[in-house]
């Protein structure tokens, strides 16, 4: 059974830290494309960033860049966003997601596989 599991979202207060955790089982890892999408209540599912299974080349949303790094362990089949410098525009459920496609993407729709998502709640 494939599963993407997040973990680490919570409530912290601007300009504070969290790092989100994505636990695959299931499927090959090495071969997947790992994504990060959050969404906002009343708004669309925005992509924040992914990982490439083909290289390991990553992509950051201009809203994120500089403050947000992916990265992934593949021995723990687990992929990390640490998240800093966070702001309250920032505040959403975070999912995690998996694409066979292996450059980095993030159009929802090629995307196989997703998570439950994990609140991230940012205060001012």
């Known amino acids: 059974e494939v599963q993407l599991v997040e973990s680490g979202g919570g409530l912290v207060q601007a300009g504070g830290s969290l790092r989100l955790s994505c636990a695959a089982s299931?499927?090959?890892?090495?071969?997947?494309?790992i994504g990060w999408f959050r969404q906002a209540p009343g708004k669309e599912r925005e992509g924040v960033s992914c990982?490439?299974?083909?290289?390991?080349?990553?992509y950051y949303a201009s809203s994120v860049k500089g403050r947000f790094t992916i990265s992934s362990d593949n021995a723990k089949n687990t992929v990390y966003l640490q998240m800093n410098s966070l702001k309250p525009e920032d505040t959403a459920v975070y999912y995690c997601?998996?694409?066979?496609?292996?450059?980095?993407?993030?159009?929802?729709?090629?995307?196989?596989?997703w998570g439950q998502g994990t609140q991230v709640t940012v205060s001012s």
């Open positions: 990982i490439s299974a083909s290289d390991g080349s990553t």
């Open positions: 299931g499927f090959t890892f090495d071969d997947y494309t």
């Open positions: 997601a998996g694409s066979i496609i292996r450059i980095a993407t993030m159009y929802p729709r090629l995307y196989d596989y």
